[in-house]
């Protein structure tokens, strides 16, 4: 049994990935500014609180329910994300801010509040994307959010090779296309194969068993365009 933070788990691929995870018999914090999906599902492994990643005093609480409850992190999903499609020069710098303080600053904040409850076992996930990839193609509307998501790429690098002596593990999934409501405000219209459930099954396999293979790496895990 796993003790298992997740962030972003009021849909799409964190809202299944919780109930993947609670069915295997893991314990789960959820985390989202919108507990109400989770808390719905009444499960008994599952703990939910509203958390807004991008706010110190929402930080302080997950870190006072580990010390206070679970004392130690197997493995934290750094999945939330915020999306803004705008041509680049209409982008005001507040929105600008907005999408990294959640993207970048989240990551950044909740990994620093969790990595005092973790050691050389523990597994952090970060959730990028394919248009954060140096090189991939890359699609007009979408400079802070790629942008932001190609800096917690670097930041994986970093901090495995920062934390290589006593862990925890960092890896970096950069994905391609999946139907959650993210997708829907990239690319409107766009039907794709994979499924949120789809998706988070990978991403729920990859934490567990992943850190024993890599350490600061990037996989992209895509196999359409976007
Ligand atoms: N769908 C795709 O095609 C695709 C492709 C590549 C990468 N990704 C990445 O995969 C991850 C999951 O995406 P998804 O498609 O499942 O997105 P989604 O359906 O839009 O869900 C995003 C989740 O992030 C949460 N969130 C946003 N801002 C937050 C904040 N400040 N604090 C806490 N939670 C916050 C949202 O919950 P609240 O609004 O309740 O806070 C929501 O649960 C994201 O990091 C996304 O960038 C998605």
Not at 50 to 79: G, Q, R
Request: glycine share 8%.
């Amino acid at each position: 049994m796993k003790q298992i933070v997740i962030t972003g788990t009021s849909r799409g691929m964190g809202y299944e990935m919780v109930k993947l995870f609670a069915e295997k018999g893991h314990k789960v914090l959820a985390l989202s500014r919108n507990d109400k999906p989770v808390s719905e599902l009444s499960l008994d492994n599952v703990t939910t609180f509203s958390c807004d990643v991008s706010k110190a005093e929402d930080l302080e609480k997950v870190s006072a329910f580990i010390d206070a409850k679970w004392i130690k992190v197997d493995i934290l999903i750094n999945n939330a994300g915020a999306l803004i499609n705008k041509p680049f020069e209409e982008i005001t710098a507040e929105e600008f801010q907005k999408i990294y303080s959640t993207n970048v600053f989240g990551v950044i904040g909740l990994t620093q509040k969790l990595l005092p409850f973790m050691n050389k076992n523990s597994h952090v996930v970060n959730i990028s994307t394919m248009g954060g990839v140096q090189g991939s193609v890359k699609f007009p509307g979408l400079s802070a959010y790629s942008s932001s998501k190609a800096a917690i790429i670097t930041l994986t690098e970093l901090l495995a090779e920062e934390y290589k002596e006593n862990g925890p593990s960092f890896n970096v999934l950069a994905l391609g296309a999946v139907q959650t409501e993210m997708l829907e405000e990239a690319f409107p219209g766009l039907e794709v194969p994979l499924s949120a459930k789809e998706m988070a099954n990978y991403i729920a396999d990859f934490s567990l068993t992943g850190h024993k293979y890599y350490n600061g790496k990037l996989l992209q895990v895509s196999n359409s365009t976007p």
